[in-house]
């Protein structure tokens, strides 16, 4: 059974600083996807990782793969307020039901004036 | 495009009542996804379909819980007898096979408190 844990699950920060969000999941995948939700809002799709290497960077967050240790990151730079929020890591394994993507248990970032 | 449309977005019900939610995914999309948001489970995936057919509803909580999906528009997931533990976020989601590298789209979710 696919399984995906995210750390940490709770991330405080002060606006300026760096930090990282890993993502493990259980069984080989060769796809993994990043999303962002917002307080009583929906999942808002950030960074699909689709091979091994794969990075992607949007603003100052950026997402990379690594399909054989079987982890993902997701590095925030210089974190602003406007980047608080919960952020999921998904992935759907590979071969069988390919389509079932099964979420992290989510990081909620909270970024300090 | 209008996305994943959802309704209701809020839902109170009292419990033993009979509650509906719907879901209209993007057109041409051949994966529908009903997904359940609470803080004690997380994000859990309740059923999938694709062509509209369910694939996997191994995460359907029990009997009381029971999804369809006769057209490609239009998918509904049930709950009768309603009750105070189903109160969530449901969340539909669609997806193309053919364009799996875009990822999964969700609607606005339905809030739902069961009373």
């Known amino acids: 059974e696919l399984k995906v844990e995210q750390n940490p699950l709770f991330l405080s920060m002060q606006e300026g600083k760096n930090y990282t969000i890993y993502c493990n999941y259980s069984?080989?995948?060769?796809?993994l996807y990043w999303y962002r939700q917002d307080p009583g809002k929906s999942l808002e799709s950030l960074f699909v990782l689709l091979s091994n290497g794969a990075v992607k960077q949007e603003g100052r967050l950026m997402a990379s793969l690594d399909t054989k240790a079987r982890l993902s990151t997701l590095h925030i730079t210089a974190a602003v307020h406007d980047l608080s929020a919960t952020y999921f890591c998904?992935?759907?394994?590979?071969?069988?039901?390919?389509?079932?993507?099964?979420f992290g248990t989510g990081t909620l970032l909270a970024v300090q004036p | 495009d209008a996305g994943v449309i959802q309704s209701p977005r809020h839902e109170v019900t009292e419990m033993g009542q009979e509650v509906t939610l719907r879901c209209k995914p993007i057109s041409g999309h051949d994966y529908l996804f009903w997904y359940r948001q609470t803080m004690m489970r997380g994000l859990e995936l309740l059923i999938y379909?694709?062509?509209?057919?369910?694939?996997?509803d191994s995460g359907m909580p029990e009997d009381r819980f029971s999804a369809k999906m006769p057209n490609a528009s239009f998918s509904t997931l049930k709950i009768q007898p309603s009750e105070p533990r189903d109160s969530a976020v449901y969340f539909c989601?669609?997806?193309?096979?053919?364009?799996?590298?875009?990822?999964?789209?969700f609607g606005s979710g339905t809030r739902l408190t069961v009373v």
């Open positions: 069984t080989t995948s060769d796809r």
């Open positions: 379909f694709n062509n509209n057919v369910p694939i996997d």
């Open positions: 989601a669609s997806s193309s096979s053919s364009r799996g590298a875009k990822g999964y789209t």
């Open positions: 998904a992935t759907a394994g590979r071969g069988g039901a390919t389509n079932k993507l099964i």
